[in-house]
């Protein structure tokens, strides 16, 4: 499964997703077996012209691309020593290989975005998010810092499910990408 960030994040997916898939099926990968799976959260499902814009025409018509729904196809996984319940989407948990691709960005709770997000919250279920963001009230907060509770929080949570990959696009001004990490969540 190919986790992606959603419309409110200004990554060009549809520019590193060609790349991405490429080397999965050279890897050995059957086309049939990809999933794309938009990761946005809690937030609206994106429409079909959304998706394309987002993964492009090319792997939208020839890949199966989904919109995570926070309410639907959830497993629960028990909870994070901090206490998180982890409802997630049921694809990516059945998914022997996980991969994200995102954009970093200062965040106000978890220091930047990218990483484990797609994946928590990106596709846990309501009950997971709403937690998380009552989690938030006692957490040190500090926007840019790579070192936060709430980051910490989800790195942990990424690290019982399993986060196999990690894209992470900086983007400048013009939404160009001007620098692209890869790799273990946390280094990339």
Do not use: W
Not at 28 to 43: L, N
């Amino acid at each position: 499964v190919i986790l992606v960030d959603d419309l409110t994040r200004p990554t060009p997916c549809f520019k590193i997703l060609p790349f991405v898939i490429k080397e999965i099926i050279d890897g050995g990968m059957p086309k049939e077996a990809i999933d794309v799976i938009i990761s946005g959260g809690t937030h609206k499902p994106e429409s079909k012209e959304d998706m394309i814009k987002k993964v492009g025409r090319e792997i939208y018509t020839s890949y199966r691309v989904t919109c995570h729904d926070s309410h639907k196809n959830l497993v629960k996984l028990g909870k994070t020593k901090r206490g998180t319940p982890l409802f997630l989407n049921r694809t990516v948990t059945q998914s022997d290989l996980k991969i994200g691709i995102g954009c970093i960005r200062p965040h106000p709770a978890a220091g930047f975005s990218g990483g484990a997000k797609l994946l928590i919250p990106g596709v846990c279920g309501a009950e997971t998010v709403t937690f998380l963001h009552s989690y938030l009230r006692g957490c040190r907060l500090r926007g840019g810092s790579v070192e936060t509770d709430f980051r910490s929080e989800i790195e942990n949570a990424a690290s019982i499910v399993g986060f196999d990959f990690s894209i992470n696009a900086v983007i400048n001004n013009r939404r160009e990408i001007v620098g692209l990490f890869t790799g273990d969540m946390i280094r990339a």
